[in-house]
Structures are given as structure tokens and as C-alpha cells.
């Protein structure tokens, strides 16, 4: 599981990194000569997505390492430090933007615009194509080996697929006489990025703080435990994300008068068969309750 998410994340990395050079270039290049300041702010959110993968590549990579002397439950939750900081740059970049989109309509500044070229408007429209493509692309990955940071770089890349949107709308704006509607995109692109960048930020908060897994999981997990042989009943389940990855602690009940012996090989069964059943499970401890007529429930 950890191998696969570190392949995944480095394969997914080198792919958005180059992807995203090149199209922050490409849109500073349009929105320079294309005469369009939502563009430029829309090229600066590209070029921050380089600087973000490579944070989720680190971050990926230091989680991927074997348990230590110093962390010897892993090192998972670095992974959700990566998403963290990503949620900071994402929030601080639409901060910016936001800013100039107002000053620029506080002090009348949006009049002067020149009229856009058409060369921003198809940088807008290629944008747009590509960025949700690229959201598929990390998002789908992301799933598959269940990586909160690689997440919020597909949500960096849907942010940014809707701020060229705004960046089109200020394009189009600006072709039809209507030069405020560019900064008024810089706003609205703005407040999309500083959405995304909250939610990243607290998905990774709960992941760092013992939160539960979700209840379809747990369900499952406490099915499975039922149906194996032996178990007379299931005490107490309690499941906890550290980082992307799942604690397990179960209390059953069994025949009190079982020999020692057969109780544990009870236990084992429990044990082994919840990781082999759950891949993002990495740990499970079974405690064994002796079942009587008195303690039933």
C-alpha cells in the first residue's frame, strides 16, 4: 500500500509539474500581450501549483517511509502536513489575487485596461480544457491509494480550472467594452481558491486529529468481525485516520470456558483477517472478553 501510493504520487507529480510549467508560461505570455490581468492572476495560480506539487511529492515521499526509533507508529501523518501547507499557499495566493481584483476597483485602476487580444481568450479556453483534465487525472489517482494530499493537488487543479473560467468571463468582459468585469473576475477567482484551500485545510486537520473512519468502513469491519468463528459478540469497535491510513481496536466475546489457546487463535483469525479484507487498515488490536449468560447484551 505504501509503495503503491509512493509510485502513484511520483508518477501523478512529475506529470502535473511539467503540465503546469507549461501552462503558466503559456497563460503569463497571453495575459501579458493578450492585455488580460485576470489572466496573469490566473497564470500566477499555475505557476503556484509547481511549487505545490512539489510539496505533496515531498510530503508523499517522507510519509512512505518505514516505521523508526522515533516514530514507531510511521510516518503517515507527514503527508497531511504536505496538505497543510498546501491549503497555506493556496490561501495566501488567493489572498493576492483577491486583493488586486478590489484595488484595482477601489481606485478606478480597471478603466485604464487595455482591450484584451484574442490571444487570452483561447489561453482561457485551453486553460480550462486542461486543468479539469488534470483534476481527473490526480483525483482518480488520489482514490485509488487513498491520499489526502494528492487530493488537495487535484482540488489545487479544479480551483484552477475554475479560475480560468473567471479569467475567460473578464476576457470576454473586456472584448465587449466592460473592462471591470477582469478584476471583478479576480475576485470571484479569489474566493474559488480560498473555498478549496479551507477544505483542504480541514480535511487534513481531521485526519491528524484521531477522527473515526467513515461509517461505511466501520460497518463493514464490525460485519466481518460477526461472521467470524467464535465470535459471540462484538464489545466495543473503535477505528482511528492516521494520516490516510486506519487504526483498529476491537473488543469481542468468546465462550468463557475456551482454553487459552483457542481464544487467541480467535483473536489471530479477527486480526489477520480485517488487514488482509481492509488494505488501508495498518494496524489492529483484538482484546478478548469472556462471553456469559450474565454479560449478555
Not at 485602476?109 to 481527473?136: D, Q, R, T
Not at 468571463?169 to 473576475?185: E, N, Q, R, T, Y
Amino acid at each position: 500500500m505504501t509503495n503503491d501510493l509512493e509510485k502513484t504520487a511520483v508518477k501523478v507529480s512529475i506529470v502535473t509539474i511539467i503540465i503546469n510549467a507549461a501552462l503558466s508560461v503559456f497563460k503569463l505570455f497571453a495575459g501579458i500581450f493578450g492585455h488580460s490581468y485576470a489572466l496573469i492572476s490566473d497564470a500566477i495560480h499555475s505557476a503556484s501549483d509547481v511549487f505545490s506539487t512539489v510539496i505533496v511529492l515531498i510530503g508523499v515521499k517522507i510519509s512512505a517511509k518505514k516505521a523508526d526509533k522515533k516514530h514507531p507508529f510511521g510516518h503517515e501523518r507527514f503527508e497531511c502536513v504536505a496538505a497543510i501547507i498546501l491549503a497555506a499557499v493556496l490561501f495566501a495566493t488567493g489572498v493576492y489575487i483577491g486583493y488586486k481584483g478590489i484595488s484595482d476597483i477601489v481606485t478606478g485602476n480597471y478603466k485604464n485596461f487595455a482591450v484584451p487580444g484574442i490571444i487570452a481568450l483561447v489561453a482561457a479556453a485551453v486553460s480550462i480544457v486542461v486543468k479539469e483534465g488534470m483534476f481527473w487525472y490526480t483525483i482518480k489517482a488520489a482514490k485509488r491509494v487513498n491520499s489526502s494530499a494528492l487530493k488537495a493537488d487535484a482540488w489545487h487543479h479544479r480551483s484552477d480550472a475554475l479560475s480560468s473560467i473567471g479569467s475567460l468571463v473578464g476576457v470576454i468582459g473586456g472584448l465587449c467594452g466592460v473592462k471591470i468585469l477582469d478584476s471583478i473576475a479576480c475576485i470571484i477567482i479569489c474566493l474559488l481558491i480560498l473555498k478549496a484551500a479551507i477544505q483542504i485545510f480541514i480535511d487534513a486537520i481531521k485526519k491528524m486529529t484521531d477522527e473515526a473512519c467513515d461509517e461505511k468502513t466501520e460497518g463493514e469491519i464490525k460485519s466481518f468481525i460477526e461472521s467470524c468463528e467464535g465470535v459471540e459478540r462484538v464489545d466495543e469497535l473503535l477505528t482511528r485516520m492516521f494520516g490516510n491510513r486506519i487504526y483498529v481496536i476491537a473488543e469481542i466475546a468468546c465462550d468463557k470456558d475456551l482454553p487459552l489457546l483457542k481464544a487467541h487463535e480467535i483473536a489471530e483469525q479477527v486480526h489477520s483477517g480485517i488487514e488482509e479484507r481492509f488494505p488501508l487498515v495498518k494496524h489492529v488490536t483484538v482484546h478478548v472478553n469472556p462471553y456469559t449468560e450474565d454479560n449478555q447484551q
